[in-house]
């Protein structure tokens, strides 16, 4: 049972990771009905980012994370209008290509500048972790779980009880409708965008100093929030959440009970149980289309 308990929180640290990248995904499909596959590479520009302020050049820490934040949404911002805004009226695959393309282009621009080894960033806290009880709580996989329950508290509250989060739903559920009734909606838009990449970018610097920078930690993160946001139900907030935090328990159960080496397999081997039995995903609804 001890056993059970720490891989449970060491599960729930890493699925966290992939909840919050997964709602990347989630909230820009629903604003642009395109799937971002670039969404990893926010996790790993803010990570690098965080090397260059608080390693290379020895920054505070926490100017190093403000100041990673506010590039990650400077990037967001560049990113919807280099890789979106122009294909804005295009079929959904000529955006899918482009965020691809961008994905490549990111992650090769980070191989020139640091080379394939991997960068080491210090955790937030200088003390380890402690115990409660069996349970031994890492102070950083702690650090995960509550920023990643103190965000989604955060995004109830914004859609549901501010103006520009009803705008926002919106503009995700009715983007003509939307610009009938007067909302921005390129302007929603970028700000999804905008907080897309912030959300990646925070996922990234705290699973960072877990499992160091490099240029293969983003499309590693992405699958996995990928097929977090299927298995939940694609496009639903809850569902993006919940994938994400099941794929990070069933890989790390899977890892100390059958095989470490092939722990990456067992995200996939639910994600094509579910493709093969419940398509939908566990809050999504079968949709019928007629001939």
Known sequence: MDLVLQLLFTGIG?????ALVALGFVLIFRATNVVNFAQGEFSMVAAFLMVIFAVDLEWPYWLSFLLALAGMALYGVIF???????????????VIISTIGASILVANTMLALYGPQPQVLS?????????????YLDSQYLLIIVVTMVLVAF???FFEHTLLGKKLQATSQDKEMASLLGIPVATMIMITFVYSAVLGGLAGILVAPILFVSIQMGGTIALKAFAATIIGGF????GAIIGGLALGVIET???AYISVPYKDGF????????LVF?????????VAEKA
């Open 278 to 286: 419940r398509p939908q995903g566990l809050f999504g609804e079968r």
């Open 253 to 255: 159960f899977g890892a």
């Open 155 to 157: 995004q109830y509250w």
């Open 80 to 94: 919807n209008l280099g890789v979106y805004y122009p294909l804005r009226h295009r079929t959904y695959l000529p």
């Open 123 to 135: 955790p937030v806290f200088e003390t380890p972790g402690f115990n409660v009880g069996p349970v």
């Open 235 to 238: 496009g639903d907030v809850a």
């Open 14 to 18: 890493i699925g966290s990771v992939y």
């Open 267 to 274: 995200a996939f081997l639910v994600l094509v149980l579910f």
